[in-house]
């Protein structure tokens, strides 16, 4: 009789813990079908490039899903027909020597907001943090009159225009590489600068020395970032270019799809040799740049 009782009072029990388990499984089926939904859309669009750069001219006509017969030399005609050789190597060497021009700047400047004190240092770090709200739209007229030389006199020509300088130069300083390296030499202990001043190290010794062998993660992820940001530049490159002499491969894209009409598969591959550098450089660095986001902070 009383395993009866105690039966008829777990009962109820059961049922809202059923209720609760049935709700929770319909409520992780429809997070899975969202996630599946999303990770479709956004890898759909990828498929469809890789697929159209493999078929022929006929077949992107037709839409079809998959090439009956990969057509690998598209990938030959894009680099060699449509300068897409050129481009890569005009997008390389601007890529280079922004990344090199950000890193030296980020460092440097970072360092000096985080280890000097000077005059108006906070007001100055404020104020650079500030810029990160500007969008890249206002200031592209002001770069491009400088660029052409109507604001001051240029070294290495009267203008920039159609040259490596031009495209580079401009953006060699950035405000969230300066933030991200100032948060990170923040963080080392005081205790080592002691023990580099007692060692006779000034600020430039101890910045080659001990902070940028401890900043591996963190410049490795500003050096990803200039990369994805230079290499991927369209509207700039777009107006400080009028020749093929220095056109990156973005604008060379654009110029493409204006002069090979409909022929799709060639542009296609063209936009899969764009993401190729992209998608390596990521793969072989993604450690380092989860650890550089993650180590560097927001301390103050």
């Not at 429809?30 to 996630?35: A, C, D, M």
């Not at 090199?100 to 460092?107: A, D, I, K, R």
């Not at 590489?177 to 923040?186: A, E, V």
Request: net charge positive.
């Amino acid at each position: 009789m009383a395993e009866q009782i105690q039966a008829m009072e777990q009962s109820p029990v059961r049922k809202v813990r059923n209720r609760r388990k049935g709700r929770t499984n319909w409520w992780h089926l429809f997070i899975y079908i969202v996630l599946i939904a999303g990770a479709i859309a956004a890898v759909l669009p990828f498929y469809w490039m890789v697929a159209t750069s493999l078929m022929t001219l006929g077949e992107t006509i037709q839409k079809a899903w998959w090439p009956d017969v990969p057509q690998w030399q598209n990938y030959v005609e894009a680099w060699t027909e449509a300068k897409f050789s050129k481009y890569f190597l005009n997008s390389v060497l601007m890529t280079a020597t922004t990344m090199t021009g950000v890193l030296v700047t980020s460092t440097l400047a970072g360092y000096a907001f985080a280890r000097m004190k000077f005059p108006g240092r906070d007001l100055i770090f404020g104020i650079l943090l500030s810029t990160m709200m500007i969008p890249e739209s206002v200031v592209m007229i002001p770069n491009f009159l400088i660029v052409r030389g109507d604001i001051f006199p240029l070294p290495f020509g009267p203008s920039w225009l159609n040259s490596l300088q031009g495209l580079s130069v401009p953006f060699m300083a950035n405000a969230f590489s300066i933030f991200l390296l100032r948060q990170f030499f923040i963080q080392i202990p005081h205790e080592l600068w002691d023990a580099a001043r007692i060692d006779g190290a000034g600020h430039i010794r101890f910045l080659l020395q001990i902070v940028l062998p401890m900043s591996k993660a963190p410049l490795m992820t500003v050096a990803l970032f200039s990369f994805i940001g230079s290499w991927n530049a369209f509207l700039w490159p777009l107006l400080v270019t009028t020749t093929d002499r220095w056109r990156p491969l973005m604008v060379g894209l654009w110029t493409f799809v204006t002069e090979a009409g409909p022929e799709t598969h060639l542009l296609m591959a063209g936009a899969v040799i764009t993401i190729i550098p992209i998608l390596v450089l990521y793969f072989l660095t993604q450690k380092q740049f989860t650890e550089g986001i993650a180590t560097s902070g927001l301390k103050g």
